[in-house]
């Protein structure tokens, strides 16, 4: 795959499915891609000198029918159970190996784990170097790997003998894998591209090569994808399966992508290369979880973990969902993973789990909420939710999922990437009863009536109790409301669905300010009797009205009850009986209109006013004069020009 300017055309159609290996180090797992395929895939150094495999092949399988199939050969060693983690991903066949002479084995067990865990439920089980023992030693060796099968996914799957020697066994084995993967195309993995890459290098004089196994979609030279989880779009030069330059390649193949990058981007094992659509990453997802009896402990909650999801790796935290926050062997759970790095998973990619260490398998599960959320009480309710994503499909599915989000709404792609479904299945869906409908900024967003209805009565209910807690306050400000919201939503987005409840409800919108339109202040007992002592006191001040301080001091009243003046000050203002022309200084709204009057007289002999004329104008201090010139500024009645102000032509 590596050969990007091969000029060698075949006309084949290529089977969309991926074979491989696994087993036990030394159970000849590279000496059989090599008999099946004349490939070796032991390509470093090292796995030369040493004989062993420590990273990934890869070759490709011409079956008898004239089918071509890719291989991944994964090292045994359990020091390189990450590379085999990394290779394991887009198995659908497995060539599951066991040396005669050996038999069962410790990594024979865990790399059985790990395709039980992946899913793979197609395989073959194949006693290598069946030419070094008898027919009674290959029968005990059969005894013992269905054994190892039982209450796996490759229970019952047949056993076969074969010597990568003498050739022994082969036709059958080539011809059992033509059998199994007879019609067989794939797991259904969304319409998005994806691939996870297992190997990143530079060619001089091409550039940047990224090989993988595709999930879903298609790829074409020339198009852009986008690199996650950094983000960055990168641009497809050329590609190729099998070592063949193609115009497209498609899931289920192994594929090498030639991309043009920037200098800067740098590309490794466990980034992938998705649909420039695709901008999903999680570090926080809830997941169905097996724990296998090879754990021999239960998972407890917050307990430490390595994640492998596709090629990549990264520490996190369980959080068990379950009660009693564990889950023992041979049972499976809901666990809630919280991870150091974020990933790109949706829903239902499977997973591998180890612990702390990353020295044992713990079990592993499939993805069914690639978005967790961290509030989740109550916990039942929860719970449930998950329960319905991971059962249904369709109509339901999408409900389950909206009703779990931290967002009110999505829009019709942001659940298609989180389900890994098809657009067109997602707006079939949408089309039944049960979902509202929102403006979300420039995109349309939908939620169910149910969680449309819930944040309905939380407005509503929000801002009724600010008015009990507030009875002298216009309402409550929209972004004090957005705060408490029980869902997140962007300030403009807010906006939007505020406006959209002003038409379905009581609720009234004034600039930023809330109130339902039933709510009105009423001035009664105290503060009747004080708010008409604040508007004489300014009246009479006329153009040189007292500050806060001054009229809490020439009110005889409490410096406690400042805040209550401040309140009354606002109500008498909305009812527009006082003007706030400055921080802390009212004037009476009769002052105010004498005060625009004489300016009007005034430039009816003079183009402009300077702040010395207004004040001897008003007779009132230079203080009081500017303020107020300010505030005739600031309402557009006058234009400042230097140090003079003419009037707008908008107010003559």
């Given at each position: 795959?590596?050969?990007?300017?091969?000029?060698?055309?075949?006309?084949?159609?290529?089977?969309?499915?991926?074979?491989?290996?696994?087993?036990?180090?030394?159970?000849?797992?590279?000496?059989?891609?090599?008999?099946?395929?004349?490939?070796?895939?032991?390509?470093?150094?090292?796995?030369?000198?040493?004989?062993?495999?420590?990273?990934?092949?890869?070759?490709?399988?011409?079956?008898?029918?004239?089918?071509?199939?890719?291989?991944?050969?994964?090292?045994?060693?359990?020091?390189?159970?990450?590379?085999?983690?990394?290779?394991?991903?887009?198995?659908?066949?497995?060539?599951?190996?066991?040396?005669?002479?050996?038999?069962?084995?410790?990594?024979?067990?865990?790399?059985?784990?790990?395709?039980?865990?992946?899913?793979?439920?197609?395989?073959?089980?194949?006693?290598?170097?069946?030419?070094?023992?008898?027919q009674k030693r290959l029968a005990e060796v059969k005894e013992e790997i269905e054994l190892l099968a039982d209450g796996t996914g490759l229970q019952g799957a047949p056993i076969l003998p074969v010597s990568s020697v003498t050739g022994e066994g082969l036709d059958e084995l080539k011809a059992e894998i033509t059998r199994q993967l007879e019609g067989f195309y794939g797991k259904p993995v969304g319409d998005l591209f994806r691939l996870p890459v297992d190997r990143a290098f530079v060619i001089k004089g091409h550039g940047v090569v990224v090989t993988g196994t595709a999930m879903g979609g298609t790829v074409s030279a020339g198009q852009k994808l986008r690199l996650l989880p950094a983000g960055e779009l990168v641009r497809v030069r050329s590609v190729q399966v099998h070592s063949t330059p193609v115009e497209r390649a498609e899931s289920g193949q192994r594929v090498a992508l030639n991309l043009s990058v920037s200098e800067r981007t740098r590309v490794k094992r466990g980034n992938v290369i998705v649909d420039e659509r695709l901008e999903l990453t999680t570090d926080r997802l809830d997941a169905v979880f097996e724990v296998r009896p090879l754990a021999k402990r239960p998972l407890k909650t917050n307990?430490?973990?390595?994640?492998?999801?596709?090629?990549?790796?990264?520490?996190?935290?369980?959080?068990?969902?379950?009660?009693?926050?564990?889950?023992?062997?041979?049972?499976?759970?809901?666990?809630?993973?919280?991870?150091?790095?974020?990933?790109?998973?949706?829903?239902?990619?499977?997973?591998?789990?180890?612990?702390?260490?990353?020295?044992?398998?713990?079990?592993?599960?499939?993805?069914?909420?690639?978005?967790?959320?961290?509030?989740?009480?109550?916990?039942?309710?929860?719970?449930?939710?998950?329960?319905?994503?991971?059962?249904?499909?369709?109509?339901?599915?999408?409900?389950?999922?909206?009703?779990?989000?931290?967002?009110?709404?999505?829009s019709a792609s942001q659940i298609s990437h989180i389900l890994n479904l098809s657009l067109a299945e997602v707006q079939a869906a949408l089309n039944a009863p049960g979902f509202a409908t929102i403006a979300m900024g420039d995109e349309v967003g939908f939620t169910?009536?149910?969680?449309?209805?819930?944040?309905?009565?939380?407005?509503?209910?929000?801002?009724?109790?600010?008015?009990?807690?507030?009875?002298?306050?216009?309402?409550?400000?929209?972004?004090?409301?957005?705060?408490?919201?029980?869902?997140?939503?962007?300030?403009?987005?807010?906006?939007?669905?505020?406006?959209?409840?002003?038409?379905?409800?009581?609720?009234?919108?004034?600039?930023?300010?809330?109130?339902?339109?039933?709510?009105?202040?009423?001035?009664?007992?105290?503060?009747?009797?004080?708010?008409?002592?604040?508007?004489?006191?300014?009246?009479?001040?006329?153009?040189?009205?007292?500050?806060?301080?001054?009229?809490?001091?020439?009110?005889?009243?409490?410096a406690a009850a400042e805040a209550r003046i401040v309140q009354l000050l606002d109500v008498l203002e909305r009812e527009k009986r006082v003007v706030k022309v400055a921080k802390d200084l009212y004037f009476s709204a009769g002052a105010v209109k004498q005060a625009q009057a004489k300016l009007l007289d005034y430039f009816k002999g003079q183009n402009e006013i300077s702040a010395a004329a207004f004040r001897d104008l008003l007779q009132a201090s230079r203080k009081f004069a500017i303020a107020l010139l300010d505030y005739f500024d600031h309402t557009g009645f006058t234009l400042r020009v230097g140090d003079m102000r003419r009037l707008r032509a908008s107010a003559g």
């Amino acid at each position: 795959m590596d050969k990007l300017n091969s000029s060698v055309s075949m006309a084949v159609r290529v089977r969309h499915s991926i074979i491989g290996t696994a087993g036990h180090i030394d159970h000849g797992k590279t000496a059989l891609v090599k008999a099946l395929t004349g490939q070796d895939t032991d390509r470093l150094k090292e796995e030369k000198e040493r004989g062993i495999s420590i990273d990934l092949g890869f070759a490709y399988l011409t079956l008898p029918n004239g089918e071509r199939v890719g291989l991944v050969d994964v090292p045994g060693h359990e020091r390189f159970i990450r590379n085999m983690l990394a290779g394991a991903h887009g198995i659908d066949l497995a060539l599951f190996t066991v040396a005669a002479d050996d038999g069962v084995m410790p990594q024979s067990e865990e790399h059985l784990d790990i395709l039980h865990l992946l899913g793979v439920s197609r395989g073959i089980f194949v006693i290598t170097k069946a030419d070094l023992v008898d027919q009674k030693r290959l029968a005990e060796v059969k005894e013992e790997i269905e054994l190892l099968a039982d209450g796996t996914g490759l229970q019952g799957a047949p056993i076969l003998p074969v010597s990568s020697v003498t050739g022994e066994g082969l036709d059958e084995l080539k011809a059992e894998i033509t059998r199994q993967l007879e019609g067989f195309y794939g797991k259904p993995v969304g319409d998005l591209f994806r691939l996870p890459v297992d190997r990143a290098f530079v060619i001089k004089g091409h550039g940047v090569v990224v090989t993988g196994t595709a999930m879903g979609g298609t790829v074409s030279a020339g198009q852009k994808l986008r690199l996650l989880p950094a983000g960055e779009l990168v641009r497809v030069r050329s590609v190729q399966v099998h070592s063949t330059p193609v115009e497209r390649a498609e899931s289920g193949q192994r594929v090498a992508l030639n991309l043009s990058v920037s200098e800067r981007t740098r590309v490794k094992r466990g980034n992938v290369i998705v649909d420039e659509r695709l901008e999903l990453t999680t570090d926080r997802l809830d997941a169905v979880f097996e724990v296998r009896p090879l754990a021999k402990r239960p998972l407890k909650t917050n307990e430490l973990v390595h994640f492998f999801l596709g090629t990549s790796e990264t520490p996190g935290r369980a959080i068990v969902l379950d009660e009693g926050g564990e889950i023992a062997p041979k049972h499976s759970g809901v666990v809630q993973f919280v991870l150091r790095e974020p990933i790109v998973g949706l829903r239902g990619d499977r997973f591998v789990v180890r612990d702390a260490a990353s020295q044992r398998t713990i079990g592993g599960g499939a993805i069914i909420n690639p978005l967790g959320r961290r509030a989740r009480h109550p916990l039942t309710r929860y719970r449930n939710l998950l329960a319905a994503l991971h059962g249904s499909s369709g109509t339901a599915a999408v409900a389950a999922l909206l009703d779990l989000q931290e967002a009110l709404a999505l829009s019709a792609s942001q659940i298609s990437h989180i389900l890994n479904l098809s657009l067109a299945e997602v707006q079939a869906a949408l089309n039944a009863p049960g979902f509202a409908t929102i403006a979300m900024g420039d995109e349309v967003g939908f939620t169910t009536l149910a969680k449309w209805d819930e944040f309905r009565r939380f407005v509503l209910e929000s801002v009724a109790a600010f008015h009990r807690d507030h009875p002298l306050a216009a309402g409550m400000e929209m972004e004090a409301l957005r705060s408490v919201s029980p869902y997140q939503a962007q300030p403009r987005g807010f906006r939007a669905l505020i406006d959209r409840l002003t038409t379905e409800s009581d609720l009234e919108r004034d600039d930023s300010i809330l109130r339902i339109r039933s709510h009105r202040v009423e001035l009664v007992g105290q503060d009747r009797e004080l708010a008409k002592a604040i508007e004489a006191a300014l009246a009479s001040a006329g153009f040189a009205p007292p500050d806060l301080r001054q009229l809490v001091s020439a009110l005889k009243t409490p410096a406690a009850a400042e805040a209550r003046i401040v309140q009354l000050l606002d109500v008498l203002e909305r009812e527009k009986r006082v003007v706030k022309v400055a921080k802390d200084l009212y004037f009476s709204a009769g002052a105010v209109k004498q005060a625009q009057a004489k300016l009007l007289d005034y430039f009816k002999g003079q183009n402009e006013i300077s702040a010395a004329a207004f004040r001897d104008l008003l007779q009132a201090s230079r203080k009081f004069a500017i303020a107020l010139l300010d505030y005739f500024d600031h309402t557009g009645f006058t234009l400042r020009v230097g140090d003079m102000r003419r009037l707008r032509a908008s107010a003559g």
